[in-house]
């Protein structure tokens, strides 16, 4: 089990198609790990299940077969807006330890502006300008710490699936 | 290498957008691509759009094309020099 984000309507990033139905399968399938999510935010996530080989290509699952699961129903713009504004106070923080420079300038600027369609790039930003302050081992620090905001907020398990909520009371 | 070292530039992704669509770069390439796409909208409309000149040139039916339409073409395009104007030219 794996998460894709995908555009609206389960459409397949930059493949100029959509996943088929949940449930029915279909090739050449990508996903990703929770620990990568924040690279590849998009309007939709969706719970994969992947069949056949299965290897990791940097941030990327590629499998033989996947297939949609479910679509996580706690990724909509309420939690994207969250997400980016998290990000943004990152980037305030970094920005107020770093002191005074141009690039750090640029990424506050950022941090003002963002909204809650421009998540995946807070999520960048946030991580460019952990690199500037504490190095590019501060931009991996950064990315699992958003990876980690995405699983408590969504409830995500590192095997792929959503944690089963208890039965609202009557 | 890590993600900000290793993403691409949008001119880089412009290089390599055809190489992209034929399925020419290796996989590790092919995520560096997508990574920069993930989060650069004019990069990932650029790519939309080639998709679609592709898709749309790729049906063209030279049976479609009048025969006049088409001698004239061939001519211009054999007569054409650097630097001049090709014959017939509107």
Redesign the interface.
């Known amino acids: 089990m794996a998460y894709a984000f995908t555009g609206p309507g389960a459409q397949r990033p930059f493949a100029g198609d959509r996943w088929p139905e949940p449930g029915t399968w279909t090739d050449r399938a990508r996903a990703s790990r929770v620990e990568h999510l924040p690279v590849w935010i998009a309007a939709e996530l969706w719970v994969v299940e992947l069949e056949g080989a299965v290897h990791d290509v940097g941030t990327q699952l590629r499998a033989d077969h996947g297939r949609l699961v479910e679509q996580v129903d706690g990724w909509d713009g309420n939690a994207a807006a969250a997400f980016a504004e998290d990000c943004a106070a990152r980037i305030r923080a970094f920005a107020a330890r770093s002191g005074p420079n141009d690039a750090m300038a640029a990424y506050r600027e950022d941090a003002a502006s963002l909204g809650p369609a421009d998540a995946n790039v807070a999520g960048w930003v946030a991580a460019h300008a952990a690199a500037a302050v504490e190095g590019e081992d501060g931009a991996v620090r950064e990315r699992s710490r958003q990876a980690a905001w995405l699983a408590e907020r969504l409830e995500l398990r590192a095997d792929g699936r959503v944690t089963p909520r208890a039965p609202a009371r009557r | 290498m890590?993600?900000?070292?290793?993403m691409l530039s949008c001119r880089e992704v412009v290089e390599l957008v055809t190489a992209y669509l034929e399925g020419a770069l290796t996989?590790?390439e092919?995520?560096?691509f997508?990574?920069h796409?993930?989060?650069c909208d004019g990069c990932?409309a650029y790519?939309?759009q080639m998709?679609r000149t592709i898709d749309v040139a790729g049906r063209l039916d030279p049976k479609a094309v009048d025969v006049e339409a088409c001698d004239r073409l061939i001519h211009a395009f054999r007569t054409w020099r650097a630097g001049s104007e090709p014959e017939g030219g509107s």
């Open positions: 890590s993600e900000a070292q290793g996989e590790a092919e995520v560096r997508e990574e796409l993930a989060m990932a790519l939309d998709r």
